[in-house]
């Protein structure tokens, strides 16, 4: 019953390959090009982000300090 069930299925996925294998047999040769490793995590600009925030928090609070 269960082999009734997929002859369906397998029916039409030999026929999907059959259509990709003939897709890829028209596609050019292709070469493999390593990607530049890039690194994510930049410290420069966090320390710099950083460094900013802090000049800013200590403007903003210098003007605004009742000397509490």
Do not use: H, W
């Amino acid at each position: 019953m269960i082999s009734q069930a997929t002859t369906p299925i397998v029916t039409k996925l030999n026929a999907l390959q059959t259509d990709v294998d003939g897709i890829k047999c028209k596609l050019p040769n292709t070469v493999s090009v390593p990607y530049p490793q890039l690194s994510v995590y930049n410290p420069e600009v966090y320390r710099a982000a950083a460094f900013g925030a802090y000049a800013g928090d200590a403007a903003f609070s210098g003007y605004n300090s009742c000397g509490c």
